[in-house]
C-alpha cells in the first residue's frame, strides 16, 4: 500500500498479528536527521507512480510468500509526500508460526522493496533541498 497518510506501525503488527504465529516482525524505515549531503535533514517528501508502486509491493510481497511458505501475513506500507523528523516513510510487517521465517522474510521485503520499487526522495533543510542522487537502478523481484 502506498499512502500520503501518516503510517502506523502499530497498526500493521495488529493486522499481522495472527493465533496461529508465534513471530512477528516488524520494520519501521523513518527519517532520520542525518545525510551524506552534510545538512541537517528536517523532513523528507517522496513520490511515485502510485499505481505502479503498489503492484511492485504486491510482487515484493508474492515473492517473500513463495520464498518463504509458512509466511501468514505480509503488510507492506510506504508513504508518498513530506514525512517529517522521526515519522515512518515505511513499514513492514510479517508472521509467521516461528520466528526465522518472519525476520528473513521482513528483510527481504525491505530490502526488495528498496531496490524494485521506483521512488523519489527529496532531502529538506533549513534554507534548501535537493533531490537524492543515491538512486540504483530498478531491479525486478524475480532478479533479486
Not at 496461529?20 to 516488524?26: I, K, R, S, Y
Not at 522493496?113 to 534548501?128: D, Q
Request: proline share 4%.
Amino acid at each position: 500500500m502506498v499512502s500520503r497518510l501518516a503510517l502506523d506501525a502499530d497498526e500493521a503488527t495488529q493486522w499481522a498479528t495472527r493465533p496461529e504465529c508465534g513471530a512477528v516482525v516488524t520494520f519501521c524505515g523513518t527519517t532520520r536527521s542525518t545525510s551524506p549531503t552534510g545538512h541537517d535533514i528536517i523532513e523528507l517528501e517522496y513520490d511515485t507512480e502510485i499505481d505502479l508502486a503498489e503492484t511492485r509491493i504486491r510482487a515484493v510481497a508474492a515473492s517473500a510468500r513463495a520464498r518463504w511458505p509458512e509466511i501468514v501475513a505480509i503488510a507492506i506500507h510506504h508513504r508518498v509526500g513530506v514525512v517529517g523528523l522521526r515519522e515512518p516513510a515505511v513499514v513492514v510487517a510479517v508472521s509467521s508460526p516461528h520466528r526465522h521465517d518472519a525476520f528473513d522474510a521482513a528483510r527481504f521485503c525491505i530490502d526488495a522493496v528498496k531496490r524494485t520499487v521506483p521512488l523519489w526522495k527529496r532531502e529538506v533543510w533549513a534554507g534548501g533541498s535537493t533531490w537524492s542522487t543515491d538512486a540504483t537502478s530498478i531491479a525486478n523481484v524475480e532478479d533479486l
